[in-house]
């Protein structure tokens, strides 16, 4: 299994995240300087499109590219606090019209200062008729930054869902 992980703005993914996802497969985590390429989506789908990507994660502004790549790729993706409604750095964001929507998990940080759930939630009941495609995670005590453990814990809910799917 490929995971491609989609790191947010001015981030990478951890030695210790890395660990988490290797459990489950091939970790592919490129570098992104989303300030220098406002196309960062296209990008990563011209990058990834013949690499047989299996699963999309991301968090925050990796979560909002990786909603994306998801789409375009057709794959499955776990999105942390993913910046679907607004974001601080400029990005080009492809339509969601007439989208095949496959299935994502989302989980949202009550406490997060950044990405607010609400502005979240609004974007998608806004332009999605439908959730069924979606498992939405809300947790009260989450802010923006991940710990391990709440990484863990999301990451062997949504191998379980995927798995089942």
């Not at 989506?41 to 990834?48: G, S």
């Not at 502004?61 to 400029?90: C, D, I, K, W, Y």
């Not at 080009?92 to 989208?99: A, D, G, Q």
Request: proline share 3%; net charge negative; with cysteine.
């Amino acid at each position: 299994m490929t995971i491609l992980y989609i790191h947010g703005l001015d981030g990478s993914l951890n030695n210790e995240k890395r660990a988490v996802l290797e459990n489950y497969g091939l970790v592919l985590a490129p570098s992104i300087d989303y300030r220098s390429n406002k196309n960062s989506i296209d990008y990563l789908v011209e990058k990834f499109k013949d690499q047989n990507i299996d699963i999309v994660m991301g968090s925050s502004m990796g979560g909002f590219a990786g909603f994306h790549v998801s789409n375009a790729l057709q794959t499955p993706a776990l999105l942390f606090n993913p910046a679907l409604a607004s974001r601080s750095v400029e990005q080009h964001e492809p339509e969601l019209k007439n989208i095949s929507m496959c299935f994502k998990q989302l989980v949202l940080g009550g406490k997060d200062d950044v990405v607010f759930a609400k502005d979240t939630l609004r974007f998608l009941s806004e332009n999605f008729k439908t959730l069924s495609n979606f498992t939405l995670h809300s947790r009260y005590n989450l802010a923006h930054r991940t710990p391990i453990e709440v990484f863990e814990e999301e990451v062997k809910l949504f191998f379980n869902q995927v798995n089942h799917i």
